[in-house]
């Protein structure tokens, strides 16, 4: 018994045609939406490392800010020191009217945060994907030092109270302003590294508008009322 295939109402080379023209249609149309689909992956791409740069460049101009009153901070430790050096012989020192305090920046990670949850930082290059994030690390390092920094010279503006330095009052003292020296020393090393890691980068530092107290750079001389009166703060200085 011999089976007989149905044969196609146009023949089977006409037919083989019509399904070609199928499956090459099939194959351009996920082609097209392949291309859309990466072109859309590109656009977010753009538009993430856009934000993302955005924010650092933020973070950069405060780090900026912050640089520029090391020499203030570094100028005043020599100054404390002077005095706790002279009250190793003397008990007796001459109370300083001004100690002050570094500025306390904050940095900005909101966005880089919320494009990560998102799953848009995926699609940015994985080299600068890398550096964008070993540059958060060190900025929540710097936030962690200067945070502890804080409290350092909390302790060294007790010297503005002091007639007398005990053995005691001596020590803490010292050891608060040796720690503070390290953590200006430290907050300089890695924002020098956060710049060159920027340079390659193509980022820059955008203007800082939050104001910025420069009470550290004020002489040690200086009254708490003059300190309060040329603050930034409508509150006044701590």
């Not at 740069?53 to 020191?81: D, F, K, M, P, Y």
């Not at 306390?104 to 290059?125: C, H, K, M, P, V």
């Not at 953590?183 to 530092?205: D, M």
Request: glycine share 6%; aromatic share 8%; charged share 25%.
């Amino acid at each position: 018994m011999h089976l007989k295939l149905p044969r196609p109402m146009h023949g089977w080379r006409v037919f083989a045609g019509e399904v070609g023209i199928i499956v090459i249609g099939v194959l351009i149309a996920l082609g097209a939406e392949q291309v859309v689909q990466a072109s859309h992956q590109r656009q977010e791409a753009r538009q993430a490392d856009d934000i993302i740069r955005a924010e650092l460049g933020l973070n950069l101009g405060r780090l900026q800010s912050r640089n520029e009153i090391r020499e203030c901070v570094s100028r005043r430790i020599e100054e404390i020191q002077a005095i706790l050096d002279k009250g190793a012989d003397n008990p007796s020192i001459v109370t300083p009217s001004w100690i002050g305090r570094p500025q306390y920046w904050a940095f900005l990670s909101g966005r880089w945060e919320a494009e990560t949850q998102a799953g848009n930082t995926a699609l940015i290059d994985r080299h600068k994907l890398a550096e964008y994030g070993l540059m958060y690390a060190k900025m929540g390092d710097l936030l962690n030092e200067m945070a502890f920094e804080q409290t350092d010279w909390a302790k060294l503006r007790t010297l503005e109270h002091l007639k007398r330095l005990d053995s005691v009052a001596a020590f803490q003292l010292n050891t608060a302003l040796q720690d503070a020296r390290y953590r200006n020393w430290r907050l300089a090393l890695v924002t020098s590294q956060v710049f060159e890691q920027a340079k390659p980068l193509g980022l820059k530092a955008l203007k800082n508008v939050t104001p910025g107290s420069r009470a550290i750079c004020l002489p040690i001389t200086t009254t708490r009322a003059e300190a309060n009166r040329v603050s930034v703060w409508p509150f006044g200085e701590p």
